[in-house]
């Protein structure tokens, strides 16, 4: 009996494991650009401003690419666009490093240009994530499913930005992206033999079918399923865009990306500037938290659903771990009132391991997208989150400038946290499927 149940679970967990490898990598990517920052922007004379306009390319083309995203992945499948998807991003990313022979305006231009093609191609990636993983995994285990994808972005800085500091240190900062884009044509290597739609793995069992339906799974439809009709297509958006829950999520995203892009981007220049590091050092000190990020995660997965399998209701499982995890992420302002850098290290970890524990967006969006639109909606979730990629450089670069201190950004991304908190607590009703009640 124990032997059947593993290998009944084999398949799913591999994909997974997949889906975490490439999140890691397409996290690294992003992150990539604020490991270099430093150096390039002293290299290249980039200001605080311009530097959080570059930072801010990627979310303006990942926020108008996510509509189109979730169509096609509902249209071709996730597992084909998604691969398309890394080749692009990697190609791009190898790109950047073409930028040290430019200066100027020129090199301003040309940054903003590649960054705005990576957040294009990236675009159905997180949509593509939830799209899997609401295929293969049934209700009970979607949450760890989710909570183990999203929580990559954290590991990728602690595999990568020890790695990206030490070569910005011993090679220059353009060999950053080149390796990340050889990471990732890589990994594109490797998805087609790993990825593919439930009902077309070659070893994917009828048990183990049976489990991931049974269990609420949206199995993808045929590759070859009828287009939509414009009417049909407009119904779907209707529901989207009508439905409170669904803008409570959408409100709650924006401000939980907010810390997620304030680390991403700013965090690495924060250690430099604000607290005296070198790049290699600030490269090292962001590991431990986002060791605690990763951890928050995937402990807040867990904990969704093991309170799921005590009885709970669907609605607190996911609300309790959201609303307690973004409450502990407001001692980020802590920062602001001590001196010693240990110090700083145990506010910020803590911060990411709330932040960790609290992002469950995706797992949320999971159990309420409609089974006829799930790439389309869960597009339209990352559009509206991730607004925030634009926005958050920009409003920390305007206010280095104003200010030269990192004392209100950090006030910011507290406050930012509480808002979050707040939308799910408050805006986001009960959680079910949308058209199954």
Not at 50 to 57: P, R, V
Not at 89 to 112: C, I, Q, Y
Not at 337 to 362: N, Q, T
Request: glycine share 10%.
């Amino acid at each position: 009996m124990i032997v059947a149940k593993q290998r009944v679970g084999r398949v799913r967990w591999a994909v997974l494991a997949m889906l975490f490898a490439v999140t890691v990598i397409n996290y690294a990517v992003r992150a990539a650009l604020s490991l270099a920052a430093p150096s390039l922007s002293r290299d290249m004379g980039i200001g605080p401003l311009e530097l959080g306009l570059i930072f801010s390319a990627f979310g303006w083309a990942y926020v108008v690419a996510q509509i189109p995203g979730g169509w096609l992945l509902d249209r071709f499948g996730a597992p084909r666009v998604y691969f398309w998807a890394i080749v692009i991003w990697s190609l791009v990313t190898a790109a950047h490093g073409a930028v040290v022979w430019l200066s100027g305006t020129a090199a301003v231009t040309t940054l903003f240009a590649l960054r705005f093609l990576v957040g294009f191609a990236e675009a159905p990636s997180f949509p593509g994530n939830a799209r899997i993983v609401a295929s293969w995994f049934p209700a009970r285990e979607r949450g760890t499913a989710s909570a183990i994808f999203n929580a990559a972005q954290y590991f990728a800085t602690v595999l990568f930005a020890p790695l990206m500091g030490w070569i910005v240190s011993g090679f220059g900062w353009p060999w950053v992206f080149v390796t990340m884009g050889v990471f990732g044509l890589a990994a594109a290597a490797i998805w087609p033999m790993v990825v593919r739609a439930p009902r077309d793995h070659p070893r994917l069992g009828e048990a183990e079918m049976a489990l991931i339906v049974e269990g609420g799974a949206l199995i993808d439809p045929p590759a070859q399923a009828p287009r939509d009709s414009k009417e049909e297509t407009r119904q779907k958006m209707r529901v989207l865009l009508c439905t409170p829950t669904l803008w409570g999520m959408y409100l709650g995203q924006f401000f939980v990306n907010a810390l997620t892009f304030f680390f991403i981007t700013w965090f690495p220049v924060y250690l430099v500037q604000e607290r005296g590091l070198s790049v290699v050092k600030a490269g090292m000190f962001a590991t431990l938290p986002a060791i605690c990020g990763f951890a928050g995660g995937v402990l807040g997965g867990i904990w969704s659903d093991w309170l799921l399998r005590r009885g709970y209701s669907l609605t607190l499982a996911r609300k309790v771990p959201i609303v307690s995890g973004m409450l502990l992420a407001l001692i980020i302002v802590a920062c602001n009132y001590v001196s010693s850098d240990a110090m700083v290290l145990l506010f910020m970890s803590l911060a990411f391991f709330g932040k960790g524990v609290g992002a469950m967006g995706w797992a949320v969006m999971a159990d309420v997208a409609p089974r006829n639109s799930a790439g389309l909606s869960a597009g339209l979730f990352n559009m509206f989150g991730n607004v925030s990629s634009i926005l958050t450089p920009i409003v920390i670069g305007y206010i280095l400038k104003e200010t030269h201190s990192f004392n209100l950004v950090l006030m910011v991304v507290a406050a930012c946290a509480l808002a979050a908190a707040l939308c799910f607590l408050l805006l986001v009703g009960k959680i079910e499927r949308i058209g199954e009640s």
